[in-house]
């Protein structure tokens, strides 16, 4: 079987899973290397992973319960302070596009704030014992001051937040704090008190937490995961996964989403190229008429001028030669980056890769 007719087959297959047809080709183990076990759960078994999904489902459900019970402490002192935060990706996610906060497997809490508030959620965080640094085998090292300010000034994030949580089975909560909904390489910064200005309750393992509206919801998913398709870092990383896409089509799938007001706010926010950009790859992979009407909302004159390229800042941009299912679907992507970016991008790269 060639490229081609394989690419074919394991799109009939996804596209199967998805609408619980008749699978007649075992594609289980490219959705487990792609993490998207929620088509793997639908997967006909039993199959190489059927116990490995099994355990990593429940071991997941512990851990989403016990972070936002470690959590609740600040998601309270959130709510009396009055600052405004939302819950993004994550559990949040999870429960909003497979109706089940555990179905995604996630490994940390996500927090969107505004920049005026870091000074004090980083308080909040610290006073509960939290500290800014990384897990090695020795336990938690805090990040050198170095660190700390390359992540903020090269990010779009603080340095992560962790704590020990006592429970063998989830030994540590990592909470990132996000101040923008767009990548550190943006030329441009969100209005955050806009972005965060209609927030809604959601109740997650028993804990009512914030998160965006739908209509944001999706606008803030389709950067987080346009960044995860196009930075020269992640890709170098491995992050071009199929559940980037399963994330965008259940969610549209479980969603009744207004198409002026998404465009609205896409226009005000200067970001309906991206958005886009993440809906076309999504619709062609599933193939599914729902995605008109959100394509044409956000479309623009310049939408399918940045289709076949990737990198996020300026100076970096590239033209991609591979297919997209080749790019997502091929072991050898990284071959291909090695041959196609410069020393100064590998340069980036490794600085990333000691930082962040």
């Known amino acids: 079987m060639n490229e081609s007719d394989q690419y074919e087959k394991i799109l009939e297959s996804i596209r199967a899973l998805a609408n619980d047809e008749p699978l007649a080709f075992d594609i289980s183990r490219l959705l487990y290397e792609h993490n998207c076990f929620c088509l793997l759960s639908k997967h006909p078994g039993p ?40 819950v993004i990706k994550g559990a949040v996610l999870s429960q909003a596009a497979y109706g089940d906060a555990a179905a995604r497997r996630s490994g940390d809490i996500d927090l969107l704030i505004s920049q005026r ?50 429970n063998p089975l989830c030994p540590y909560v990592n ?52 960044k995860d398709m196009n930075s020269l870092y992640l890709l170098s990383q491995g992050s071009l996964k199929l559940s980037l896409f399963c994330d965008l089509y259940f969610y549209l799938r479980r969603s009744k989403l207004d198409t002026i007001r998404l465009k609205t706010i896409c226009d005000k926010l200067k970001v309906r190229d991206y958005v886009y950009y993440c809906l076309y790859y999504t619709s ?17 004159e310049k939408s399918e001028g940045i289709l076949n390229t990737f990198g996020l800042a300026h100076e970096e941009k590239r033209e991609w030669s591979l297919d997209f299912f080749e790019r997502l679907f091929s072991a050898d992507l990284n071959r291909y980056l090695s041959l196609n970016l410069s020393a100064a991008d590998w340069d980036k790269i490794q600085v990333n890769r000691e930082y962040m």
């Open 47 to 86: 199959h190489a992973y059927t116990e490995q999904l099994q355990a990593d489902g429940a071991l997941n459900r512990i851990c989403v319960r016990e972070r936002y019970r470690q959590c609740l402490p600040i998601f309270e002192a959130l709510e009396s302070g009055g600052i405004s935060y939302a």
């Open 117 to 166: 508030d870091i000074d004090e959620v980083k308080r909040l965080l610290l006073n509960d014992g939290f500290v800014q640094g990384r897990v090695t085998d020795e336990g938690i090292v805090p990040f050198t001051r170095r660190e700390l300010l390359f992540q903020t000034a090269m990010s779009h994030q603080a340095a992560p937040f962790i704590k020990r949580t006592g």
């Open 175 to 226: 909470v990132d704090v996000n101040l923008d909904i767009l990548w550190g390489e943006s030329e441009t910064k969100t209005d955050m008190d806009f972005v965060l200005s209609e927030t809604e309750p959601v109740d997650i393992c028993g804990i009512s937490v914030r998160k965006l509206p739908g209509e944001m919801e999706l606008i803030a998913l389709c950067l987080h995961h346009y």
């Open 284 to 300: 062609r992979l599933f193939n599914d008429s729902l995605f008109g009407g959100y394509l044409s909302a956000v479309k623009t």
